[in-house]
């Protein structure tokens, strides 16, 4: 079955590297219908990956050596993402850390874990986007507690005079309630 191997175009089987053991993907009762078991290989296809199509990966007709970062693929979809915007603010390309195979909405970003709680504790349900506390999105290193919190701040100057340190911006509120305890 050498010419049908060199002869094959969908994939470009010499092209493509695959190896010389037909029965690898072939029956011998049947040629067409080929299966290829990729949970043998270094990407096994799981959630939305198993129902795409091997040319929607492939199409390059490069089978062999392919790189298996998220972002190998899905550059396009980061660099358009603006809710937030990935690439402003300089999110790392690690999708998996805050996507799944499964979907790649609904996307949960751990911001409970290394800054302030907006999953769990008084805040979770009280924001509809990034941007009602981010609303500089080329960095998110900035946000504003004043967007919900609309203190009066003579008001707050007096609460927080015997505060070292106190000053009316949201950076100062963090510093003295960085869990959104009173």
């Known amino acids: 079955h050498?010419?049908?191997?060199?002869?094959?175009?969908?994939?470009?089987h010499p092209a493509a590297q695959f190896p010389l053991t037909?029965?690898?993907?072939?029956?011998?009762?049947?040629?067409?219908?080929?299966?290829?078991?990729?949970?043998?290989?270094?990407f096994p296809l799981t959630g939305a990956h198993l129902v795409a199509t091997c040319d929607g990966c492939h199409a390059d007709g490069v089978y062999s050596g392919r790189?298996?970062?998220?972002?190998?693929?899905?550059q396009a979809e980061y660099d358009a993402t603006t809710d937030p915007g990935h690439a402003a603010a300089t999110f790392p390309?690690?999708?998996?850390?805050?996507?799944?195979?499964?979907t790649w909405d609904g996307a949960t970003f751990d911001h409970d874990g290394p800054?302030?709680?907006?999953?769990?504790?008084?805040?979770?349900?009280?924001?509809?986007?990034?941007?009602t506390c981010h609303a500089n999105p080329a960095s998110y290193a900035d946000?504003?507690?004043?967007?919900?919190?609309?203190?009066?701040?003579?008001?707050?100057?007096?609460?927080?005079?015997?505060?070292?340190?106190y000053q009316y911006e949201s950076r100062t509120c963090l510093t003295c309630h960085p869990r959104g305890d009173a």
């Not at 029965?23 to 290989?41: K, L, P, Y």
């Open 115 to 131: 800054y302030f709680p907006i999953y769990s504790g008084k805040h979770a349900g009280r924001w509809s986007t990034c941007a």
């Open 143 to 165: 946000f504003t507690c004043f967007n919900c919190h609309e203190h009066d701040q003579i008001q707050m100057d007096d609460t927080h005079k015997e505060k070292p340190g």
């Open 67 to 74: 790189p298996t970062t998220c972002v190998s693929c899905h």
């Open 22 to 42: 037909c029965e690898s993907c072939h029956s011998t009762t049947v040629w067409t219908g080929a299966t290829f078991d990729h949970a043998a290989t270094a």
């Open 2 to 12: 050498q010419a049908d191997y060199d002869g094959t175009a969908d994939p470009p």
């Open 93 to 102: 390309v690690s999708c998996e850390s805050c996507h799944t195979t499964t």
